[in-house]
């Protein structure tokens, strides 16, 4: 491409939607975002529960494999990841939460001096639009639509029922004052509509004429003068294409994609790249290193009685309900899945919540059916637990120096004793749960892990074969302010010049979060950064 750019964005998930839009508020920037994936157009990703029908399609995901977990019985565990505009935001589940207060005075605390909370908040209410309005934590007026769930259920209603039960609160506001407690589920749903990253930020930005978005474009290698970066090269229909810039790169491809690019191009560990046959270009051991992702555990129910959400499954009310939300948004295919939350502590021993469980109104393996065409799933509901802060960290590193060829990778999900106590401990929270007198007159048989899984010992048998990613890894390009962290405080790699990251992989640690929401709120405060704006100040009234 002849055409020269002040900034090459490659990759439009969260991150690059946000930069793309912001930068290009300024009309002398000339920004091109290149993405791997198609265009954002069909509906079954704009549809919240449609979901299901997008998230492992192999047309809008990489459909990356774990190379065999060592301590989650040898298993290679699907994860998925948007190929897209929009990225993940156009294929996640839409859970909508920032994460706890602690977690950002921890970065803070931990080596990124102005990332604790009162200096993060103000960007996230810069990017939401909640329907509750501006509030001291909240924003009214940004781009992404945040609304809370109101899919009527008996599951959740139970399941707030039950909180004082077993010793919880109702959370007001889980991304407000206080994360702890039960509360309806927040969604990046605004009008029946999913709030991905490209039905907002990109949005914004498409009209003007300043940024140029180019679609099924896998990029292969930065391409650098010395440690200067000074443009991308990527595959498109079978050709290689150039383009170059005068000013910056900025990876945005997430926490696998981001540190692949930057190995094929030389930057990483040294003694891989040579392995591979790639001459290396800056000594970077930690590229890859330190990968995070938040894992979960399934329980399921049977139900006493019949539910709403085994009835819409049915082939005419799936088409009654499309009908219903093409022209008025609303009805069942306009809800997202999982209408109720809570965030809890694991044990006594825990300052604040460290797992987060998901109540979800029908069970995970629930399917669209007819009678005397294709039955139906059982009639249940079922829950999916999270560890919020995983302690066992993995790797990711290059199969080969094909840029076609995925990487490899590893969680080491379950790597600490630690981690395999939270989960095992999530078992009996949920169990408890659903024991409670609010449950008494819809719950029926355990169906997963089963009553017959009982002992510490099976329970963390059942933990081991079972524990699945709840799709937020993070952490291989680690920010910080020690020389051995990838990038530094201004999202530069280090060792290079012209060359950023900016995405989850830069985040030191997993927060106690659904990842969207921070890695938007990061991309916020590195557009900021690059248009030479200052910082919005912090709140620490808050």
């Not at 047309?59 to 065999?68: D, G, I, L, Q, T």
């Not at 393996?365 to 007819?370: D, G, I, N, P, V």
Request: with cysteine; proline share 6%; aromatic share 8%.
């Amino acid at each position: 491409m002849a055409k020269r750019y002040d900034t090459i964005i490659v990759g439009a998930g969260a991150a690059g939607c946000v930069l793309a839009s912001r930068l290009t508020e300024d009309p002398s920037r000339e920004v091109l975002l290149i993405e791997a994936g198609p265009r954002d157009k069909s509906w079954l990703i704009h549809l919240p529960m449609a979901v299901a029908k997008v998230w492992s399609n192999p047309r809008f995901n990489w459909s990356y494999e774990s190379e065999a977990e060592p301590y989650a019985a040898g298993r290679r565990l699907f994860h998925p990841r948007g190929k897209v505009l929009g990225g993940s935001t156009s294929i996640n589940m839409m859970s909508y939460v920032r994460g706890h207060r602690a977690d950002f005075d921890r970065w803070r605390d931990n080596g990124l001096p102005g990332w604790g909370y009162a200096d993060v908040l103000p960007y996230f209410k810069r990017s939401e639009n909640w329907e509750g309005g501006s509030s001291t934590y909240r924003g009214g007026e940004g781009p992404l639509g945040v609304s809370l769930s109101k899919a009527p259920d008996d599951a959740y209603d139970a399941f707030l029922e039950a909180a004082p039960e077993v010793g919880y609160r109702l959370a007001e506001d889980y991304n407000g004052a206080e994360q702890e407690g039960f509360a309806r589920t927040q969604h990046l749903v605004r009008q029946g509509r999913r709030s991905s990253g490209a039905a907002t930020y990109l949005k914004l930005a498409k009209g003007r004429p300043n940024v140029d978005i180019i679609t099924g474009a896998h990029a292969t290698l930065v391409l650098l003068e010395g440690t200067r970066a000074v443009g991308i090269e990527y595959l498109a229909e079978g050709q290689r294409h150039q383009v170059r810039t005068e000013g910056e790169v900025i990876l945005a491809g997430g926490a696998y994609n981001s540190p692949q690019l930057l190995m094929l191009s030389g930057i990483g560990p040294a003694y891989h790249l040579k392995a591979q046959g790639i001459a290396v270009r800056a000594d970077l051991s930690e590229v890859g290193r330190n990968l995070q992702d938040h894992g979960a555990l399934r329980l399921a129910y049977r139900r006493k009685r019949p539910s709403r959400s085994r009835q819409e499954l049915r082939y005419d009310r799936l088409a009654w309900s499309a009908a219903q939300v093409f022209t008025s948004r609303t009805g069942f295919l306009s809800e997202a899945p999982g209408g109720a939350t809570a965030f809890i502590r694991s044990d006594r021993d825990q300052t604040i919540p460290d797992l987060e469980v998901f109540c979800a109104n029908f069970p995970f393996t629930a399917h669209e059916w007819f009678p005397g065409i294709q039955p139906p799933e059982y009639d249940g509901f079922a829950f999916k637990t999270c560890h919020l802060r995983p302690t066992s960290r993995g790797w990711l590193e290059l199969a080969s120096n094909d840029p076609t060829e995925a990487p490899r990778f590893a969680i080491n999900f379950l790597g600490t004793e630690a981690d395999v106590k939270a989960h095992r401990e999530s078992v009996s929270r949920v169990r408890e749960i659903v024991a409670s007198k609010a449950f008494r007159d819809i719950v029926g048989a355990e169906v997963e892990p089963g009553p017959s899984v009982r002992s510490a010992s099976e329970i963390d048998a059942y933990v081991r074969q079972s524990v699945e990613t709840i799709f937020h890894p993070c952490g291989t390009c680690r920010m910080g302010s020690d020389p051995a962290s990838v990038v530094d405080l201004e999202f530069c790699i280090r060792g290079t010049s012209n060359l950023r990251v900016v995405d989850a992989s830069v985040m030191p640690d997993l927060v106690g979060a659904t990842i969207n929401a921070p890695v938007v709120m990061i991309a916020e405060r590195a557009a900021d950064l690059l248009r030479g704006r200052p910082m919005l100040p912090p709140m620490p009234e808050a």
